[in-house]
């Protein structure tokens, strides 16, 4: 019964998203409490989605400390610099711009944060898409595959830490082998791009940009208010180095894991503030200027907690694990790492990673010894689905992007799934041709 209303759950919820018939934050609360109800359970609701929300806080607070930290620097202009050579470089050509956002955002990617990532790719390229008239949706695919495949295989991003930790491997074991996979997978999100790029150039031709001066200029609109944004007495050209040693102090002290990620980006942001904007009133200002993108993906993330509460508290999520760990027959168990990989991605669509690598996965390498899988394998199989988990509500940081970029969840999906679910297809191959699973 949990395994059906489960399942059907999932698919409600999608359907009513994509068609635009509920809002994101409505039907992340609404659906899961409707189940819930006929699943028998009511004066549990409360708990459940209290639990939930306490499991998203730390993210709910990093988004809105990073949005913050991040749109004062892009205020200031700190990417001014990197926008202008860009633009130099794709020579308005939609091909070498899509390419040319792929490379930012694997390299951003680097540091295993999707939040910074796609801060830092739709804030250098967001405004140059309006410009030239390309797809914003094209931007955004290419910035979560890329958090997808470089943050969702690294040690040090989400997706490969929990599963490490979660079966206790070795980091350096799991990680090593897996190298060539995320290469692939980075040459798929290039490919991807190229394509996507060619569709625009043909259908736009290659675009002459005389003025690069006003791309800067328009490059916080994913983060703050046409009229601020456009606001030169903004900038704070003689601080850009200052800026730029305070990020990359930030992103160093996220990667060796000082403190909280959403203590650090507090810190940052109320540095950047006092550097960049030592009056009080502007201060004020700023932070109203981001008050309305920041509280946006807030709600959607506290939402996202509430679904995610009400659907493992409910146990939904292991009766719809133990019944397809049931229906695998034991011819197919010589397969079983495969399997993983294949079902990672509607698994972790549908659960948030915490849900599926702390509770699913240990299920699924506990049935892998009886096949003869080690738990090396399955935890290698069990990321190479995060291009698909990336276009779920579940993800914070895709939540984010959603508002930077204008667009609803729903037509991020559309756009970006069958891009998603061809780049985890690929990874999957190479890694069964390269013996990782």
């Known amino acids: 019964m949990l395994t059906f209303l489960g399942i059907a759950m999932v698919i409600t919820f999608t359907y009513l998203i994509m068609a635009k018939k509920l809002s994101p934050v409505t039907a992340l609360v609404a659906i899961p ?44 202009g700190l990417f001014d610099p990197m ?3 860009i633009t130099r470089l794709v ?62 295989l690294t040690p040090w991003g989400g997706p490969a ?13 799991f990680f090593l082998p897996i190298i060539p996979t995320m290469l692939g997978g980075m040459a798929s999100i290039l ?3 190229y394509v996507l790029g060619l569709k625009e150039r043909a259908r736009l031709g290659v675009v002459e940009i005389k003025d690069n001066s006003n791309v800067s200029l328009g490059m916080t609109e994913m983060a703050v208010s046409a009229t601020a944004a456009a ?24 990667v060796m894991g000082v403190m909280p990620v959403a203590v650090l980006f507090l810190i940052g942001f109320v540095i950047a503030c006092v550097i960049n904007y030592p009056n009080i009133d502007l201060q004020k200002e700023r932070i109203q200027a981001h008050a309305g993108n920041a509280l946006t993906v807030v709600v959607l993330v506290f939402a996202a907690g509430i679904f995610s509460g009400i659907f493992s508290g409910t146990g939904m999520v292991d009766a719809i694990s133990n019944a397809l760990i049931a229906i695998i027959p034991e011819s197919a168990g010589g397969f079983f790492p495969l399997i993983v990989a294949i079902t990672s991605m509607p698994f972790t669509f549908v659960l948030s990673n915490d849900a599926y690598y702390f509770g699913v996965l ?22 190479l689905g995060q291009p698909v988990h990336f276009l779920s509500p579940l993800v914070a940081s895709t939540l984010l992007l959603t508002g930077m970029v204008k667009r609803d969840l729903g037509e991020i999906q559309k756009f970006a799934f069958k891009w998603a679910f061809l780049c985890s297809v690929f990874m999957i191959i190479v890694a069964v041709l390269t013996g990782v699973i």
């Open 91 to 152: 020579q308005g050509d939609p091909a070498k711009i899509a390419l040319g956002t792929a490379v930012i955002a694997m390299t951003a990617a680097l540091d295993g944060d999707g939040t910074t990532t796609h801060m830092i790719t739709i804030s250098a390229m967001f405004a140059l898409y309006l410009r030239i008239g390309m797809n914003p949706l094209i931007l955004a695919t290419i910035s979560l595959l890329a958090v997808s495949v470089v943050s969702g």
């Open 191 to 193: 490919f991807i791009a």
């Open 33 to 76: 409490i409707i189940f819930a109800v006929i699943a028998g359970f009511r004066l549990e609701l409360g708990d459940m989605m209290m639990d939930g929300i306490k499991e998203v806080a730390p993210s709910a607070a990093l988004l809105l400390f990073a949005i913050l930290f991040f749109g004062i620097l892009i205020d200031a």
């Open 83 to 85: 926008i202008n050579t």
């Open 161 to 173: 830490t929990r599963a490490i930790a979660s079966l206790g491997l070795d980091a350096d074991e």
């Open 231 to 254: 606001e030169e007495s903004l900038k704070r050209p003689k601080l850009r180095i200052v800026n730029l040693i305070l990020v990359v102090t930030v992103m160093s002290l996220l």
């Open 362 to 383: 240990p299920i699924l390498a506990e049935a892998g010894t009886a096949y003869g899988a080690s738990a090396m394998e399955i935890a290698r199989a069990s990321v």
